[in-house]
Structures are given as structure tokens and as C-alpha cells.
């Protein structure tokens, strides 16, 4: 049922309370109990509340169980101040034939369902009672709780003025998990316009229907807004970077969705692999090279060099996330097929003076990428297809040649430890691959060896599983 045919419904069941008189209360039994009775300023009727002898649900039934049959509480009330009751005037009104007090033994009769306080089953009741004498809101109101247990009480006796009041303390103020259940519950008991003030702060809007940009592009939802916010401020957006990328890595791993999480993460590394791509592009351009002169050049490549070497690193930290959550196949498929961009970093790393001077960091920094999603598919965490595993060795193999052949020479230790576990996750993946392709790639990989061929088993060990298998007699098929 939707929520406005259950406000509908509600309304209904307010409409009726407030339209029919109460029943005659049952004779009390002997072993009814009465509590003290109460009394009001000015009062001149009597009001018997009844405990219901019914439970409304398993969980109050030990407050019915604890309860006596026939237990009630009398209150000596003003007629006048009840009037501030729609229910209660209604009662008092020259409308019933016969009047309501004769068929009450010449008292007012209200039933009560059982409080979830065991201890004092018609508080809530007498309370709102007591607000009709004083319409003192701001001293009965105290906290969440209060206007909770109080609100479905005004609700029965339509007593607007304290709806309101409960309902404008519950907008001003935070609610705890569990308080937070019980205006969702409570509210399709309220009106619309009641309601929408509380619901806003418990669910988000409705998406419009239809595309939200020019692209065609469906809307975010709040939830894939709010954790893309985020991201960007974890990258760029926020002063104290370490702190707000461990946060934000934080509520990225707690989120319960992982379809929502990938669906973000996939946006943000698409868009930084485009800016990357868009850098990379205008330093290789060729009519770019001749468009402007020399030192106008050098400025702006060294601009488009650095924002790339940043760019770069910020794509590590969303590889890191994805790799963490398993949500990375779309990044190794995507990194997989950039044969471009490859290209692009080869012909800067042919350019050693451009990039020593430039972005010394930039060969590690594009490696440390690589490397992190081929481990991924070497431990399991990324499962993607064979044809996606052969193309990302393929494009990226001859990027960690040039590398290695950079700085090797340099004697940069944690390059030299990056370009060598990425020879042996590149061996790895091409362990998986059919002996034919494996057989493609690996003469690729025979720059791995260096003059003492004890410095590389790695390799040694990927060419004697091929061999094993590639002279084995063929399995399967007819055979």
C-alpha cells in the first residue's frame, strides 16, 4: 500500500473515532484494580481510562499479561479544557441521542491499548490529558521519546495542537536509530503535509523520471551523489589528504550496497583515466610540437606532465579501493585497453630529459598502477576473461620494458622492486592463458633476462612450465 493511501486510511480511522461514541465500559470485575484517581484544575466530569484486554502484537503481550482484566484509572477533568479535543467535544456535543454519558453510567469511558512501559500502561493518555488542561508543550516535550509516546495519543483524541506540537519538536531535533523506527511507523498516521517534514529527513526524494543530463545519462541517486562527493573531496578537494582518503576508503568498504560502491568507484577511475588519456594526448601531439615555440611548450608540457603525474596518482588510490572491495574487473578491462595511452608514456619515457626534469615519479608511479590490478588477477580478487588478461599484458608489457631499461641503470631500488613484480604478475597471468598465446607473449618477456641469468627464475620457471605443457601430448577432444 502506498503511503498516501495509508495516510488516506488513517484519516479514516480519525474520521470514525471522531464521528462514533464510545461503548458502555464493562462492569468492573472484583478483582479489577483501581489506582488512585487523579484530578485536574476546574474539574467537573469524570473519565475512566480502561487497560484493553486485547494485545495488539507479541511484543506488548507481557504488559497485557501483567496487567489485570478490567484495570482502569479515573481522572476528574475539566469538561472545558477537553473540549480542546475534537474527540472529546464531539462527545460533549447535543449530536447523540441517547447522550453518550447516560450509556456510561454518567462518566466518560476511554479504552487504552497497552503501553510498551509495562510499569505505567496509561501514561502517555494521562499526559496528553493533562496538556489539555495546560497546553504547557514546551515543559511536557522534553525529548524524542516524549513527543513519540505522546503523538499517537493526540492522534486518537485529535488534539491538533499537541500533533503539532510533537511533530515540530521531532523536526528540530535528532532522533536515535530506534527513535527514528517509530516515526516511520507513526507516520502514516499523519497527513501529508504532517508527514513530509519528518520523511525528508528518512528517505530522499523520488529520482525524476528521465535523463539528467545532456549525455542521457540517468540521474545519480542521493546515496551514489553523496559517496561521489566524497571521493572527489578525498582526492582533491580537502587540505588534510591522508585523513580524508582513509575516511572516505573507510565508509566505502562499511557501505552495505557493493552494487552502488562499483557503480561510484567505476565512475570516478573513468574519469581520471579520461583526464589522464586527454594530458597524455597533448604532450605526444605532433601539431602540438609545432604549434607554439620552444619555451611556450615547455611551460605548458611541464603543466600537462605534472597534472598528469598527479592524475596518475590519484588513479592509484580508486585501483587500491576497488582492488580491496573486489569491484576492480571494469578497471583491469579499461586499463587493459589502452594501447594509446601506452604508446603516450613510451614516447615520454624515450624523452629522458623530458620527464627526469619534469615528473621523475611518473614511470613508478604508471607501473604501480599496472602492477596493482595484474596482482589482483593473480590472487583472485579481479576475475576477468582470458581475451582481458592477454590484452592487458600485451598493452602494458612493452611500457615496463622501456621502464626497466630506465631505471635499472639508475639504481632506483622501489622502481627496480616495482618493474620486477610486475614480471613476474605478467608471468603469472600468462601461465593462464593457452599454450599458443602464452607462447606469444612470453618471447615478449625475454627482456626480463639480465647478463646473470641467476637474477631472473621467474623466468627461467615461466619458460619450463610452457615447455611442460607445450610437449605434452594433446588431452581431450578425440584424442
Not at 85 to 96: G, T
Request: one cysteine or more; a negative charge.
Amino acid at each position: 500500500m502506498s503511503l498516501r493511501k495509508r495516510q488516506r486510511s488513517a484519516s479514516s480511522s480519525r474520521l470514525a473515532a471522531f464521528c462514533s461514541p464510545p461503548s458502555p465500559p464493562p462492569p468492573s470485575s472484583a478483582s479489577a484494580s483501581s489506582p488512585d484517581s487523579l484530578s485536574f484544575p476546574n474539574a467537573d466530569l469524570l473519565l475512566r481510562l480502561h487497560l484493553d484486554p486485547s494485545s495488539p502484537d507479541d511484543a506488548d503481550a507481557d504488559c497485557h499479561l501483567a496487567a489485570a482484566p478490567g484495570t482502569f484509572l479515573d481522572l476528574h477533568v475539566s469538561s472545558a479544557a477537553l473540549h480542546r479535543s475534537r474527540y472529546f467535544d464531539a462527545l460533549q456535543s447535543d449530536r447523540w441521542s441517547p447522550s453518550p454519558f447516560a450509556a456510561a453510567g454518567g462518566r466518560l469511558s476511554l479504552t487504552v491499548a497497552a503501553s510498551p512501559s509495562c510499569s505505567r500502561p496509561f501514561h502517555a493518555h494521562v499526559e496528553v490529558l493533562r496538556l489539555l488542561h495546560t497546553l504547557d508543550f514546551s515543559g511536557a516535550i522534553r525529548s524524542p521519546g516524549d513527543a513519540l509516546d505522546l503523538l499517537p495519543v493526540a492522534l486518537q483524541l485529535l488534539f491538533n495542537d499537541c500533533v503539532k506540537a510533537c511533530i515540530r519538536f521531532l523536526e528540530a531535533v535528532p532522533w536515535s536509530e530506534d527513535e527514528e523506527a517509530r516515526v516511520i511507523d507513526l507516520a502514516p498516521l499523519l497527513s501529508a503535509d504532517e508527514a513530509a517534514d519528518l520523511l525528508a529527513r528518512v528517505s530522499p526524494p523520488p529520482i525524476a523520471a528521465g535523463p539528467s543530463s545532456a549525455a542521457g545519462e540517468p540521474a545519480k541517486s542521493p546515496s551514489e551523489a553523496m559517496l561521489h562527493g566524497l571521493i572527489n573531496s578525498a582526492i582533491h578537494g580537502h587540505p588534510v589528504h591522508a585523513a580524508t582518503k582513509a575516511f572516505v576508503a573507510m565508509l566505502l568498504k562499511d557501505y552495505p550496497s557493493r552494487d552502488c560502491v562499483h557503480k561510484v568507484l567505476n565512475d570516478a577511475f573513468e574519469s581520471r583515466l579520461e583526464t589522464i588519456q586527454e594530458l597524455m594526448g597533448k604532450y605526444a601531439s605532433p601539431d602540438f610540437r609545432v604549434a607554439v615555440d620552444s619555451d611556450e611548450r615547455e611551460a605548458i608540457q611541464r603543466f600537462n606532465l605534472h597534472s598528469a603525474a598527479l592524475n596518475v596518482k590519484h588513479l592509484y588510490w580508486l585501483i587500491e579501493r576497488m582492488v580491496d572491495l573486489r569491484v576492480a574487473d571494469k578497471a583491469v578491462r579499461l586499463w587493459s585497453d589502452q594501447a594509446a595511452l601506452a604508446t603516450d608514456f613510451q614516447k615520454l619515457l624515450s624523452d629522458a630529459d623530458m620527464w627526469r626534469n619534469m615528473t621523475p615519479g611518473l614511470p613508478m608511479l604508471v607501473t604501480r598502477c599496472t602492477l596493482r590490478l595484474a596482482n589482483s588477477i593473480v590472487t583472485g580478487e579481479t576475475l576477468v576473461p582470458r581475451q582481458v588478461r592477454m590484452k592487458l599484458v600485451s598493452c602494458w608489457l612493452p611500457v615496463l620494458n622501456v621502464c626497466r631499461g630506465i631505471v635499472q641503470p639508475m639504481h632506483f631500488h622501489k622502481s627496480t622492486s616495482n618493474c620486477q613484480e610486475l614480471e613476474e604478475a605478467f608471468l603469472q597471468i600468462i601461465s593462464t592463458l593457452p599454450v599458443p598465446e602464452a607462447q606469444e607473449l612470453l618471447r615478449q618477456c625475454l627482456g626480463f633476462s639480465t647478463r646473470n641469468v641467476d637474477d631472473c627464475p621467474h623466468l627461467v620457471a615461466a619458460f619450463k612450465t610452457w615447455f611442460r605443457r607445450a610437449d605434452r601430448a594433446p588431452l581431450g577432444g578425440d584424442n
